[in-house]
């Protein structure tokens, strides 16, 4: 069955009020596309979609007729087909953005910055693979001044996808780490698919923006015909700093090589920015990298960083009746978990407690990761308590829960007073919901 073709598609597209591959969000005007995984086929909801008011349902069982029924070869496939044509309709750059650790952090940052002075449309929530890759761009208004993709991955090849659906003109790797290992199989396989967004972009004449202080990234960039924009040095600027040790000091920055501040700053003032910990100041380093390179100006700049809030369960700070949580809980690896936990260490909080949780897709690497972040706590002089069967297997800590319902009665039974709580886990383990019990 070869179908409608890409083209038959756009044009159903832009008679329609956008796309969605959920069933249950049908409704009038949209254009439903069915895909299928292991659990689900979404062919099933076709005649639904249609009755809901959808104007058309995309799908690739072939034995599925009537008004309204467009068929496809493949679902998926006709999504990011879509999504790719749709997407060569752009004058605006393309910029795609990946990494191990701070994607999403470093993309609310990058949206910000240019924000104050241009139409950015971004990766929404969490959107980043190769179903969300391709829903973000169908998205996005064809007359937008700038596209920033987000492109998350768990195996090699992962990344060069999304890069043939998006293709990025502009790009930048956040940092490579300790995550997926399972998928990737290993920090070397690692390195090589992250690598696989600076291989695009060399071969398609792009521009990459490399962090000049991390060694890997530069040594990953090393590629012939890779346009390369260098940031966050003093020799390499623009170059952000913290204006003491603490993690919560004012940031100042410069375009100029040297640790000077620039002229928008007056005398030693800096910027409160909420953001604390050296991996934070990563992510400054990187916004404000692509936003002098865009033209934004030092002053708008510095106004969406003054302005900005941590973006959920990424950092952000819950006062409850009896503690302060910080709820940094939408995933966790061993790289990331180490940087959380010496940056609340630097914090100097009041009582300090940190509750971790499994960190999961390590494969062979589970215990080695697990040991390693208990290692980092007990090194930081941290109170610590974990939950789940790897860390009670391989590393328990000052308490240690097997299932996060213990850990739940355990704090309903002797509730906590006073204390200032991080919470940290991967996704799975759904660590936000103990802020109930705190």
Known sequence: MEGASAEQLLSLFDRSSGVTTDSRKCGPGLLYIALKGERFDGNTFAHDA???????????????TGEGIVHVADGLTALQELAQAHRRRFKAPVFGLTGSNGKTTTKELIKAVLGTSMNVHATHGNLNNHIGVPLTLLS??????FALVEMGANHQGEIADLCRIAEPTHGMITNVGLAHLEGFGGVEGVKKGKQELYRWLAASAGTAMVHAADQDLMALATLDGLEQVFYGTKACPPFAWRMGDRVD?????TLEPGQNAGPWHTGATGLEVRLHGAHQLDNINAAIAVGTFFGTSPANINAALLAFLPVDQRGETVNTSRNLVIVDCYNANPSSVES?????AAGQHDKPLAILGDMKELGGHTAEGHQLVRNVARECGIECWVVGAD????APADRTFKQIEDLRQALQSDPLMGRTVLLKGSRSMQMEDLVSVL
Do not use: M, N, Y
């Open 50 to 64: 249609i009755a809901q008011g959808c104007i058309a349902a995309v799908v690739d069982d072939s034995s599925l």
């Open 391 to 394: 860390f009670a297997a391989h």
């Open 140 to 145: 996005i208004p064809v007359d937008t001044e």
């Open 340 to 344: 959380t936990l010496k940056a609340f």
């Open 249 to 253: 000091d004012a940031v100042q920055w």
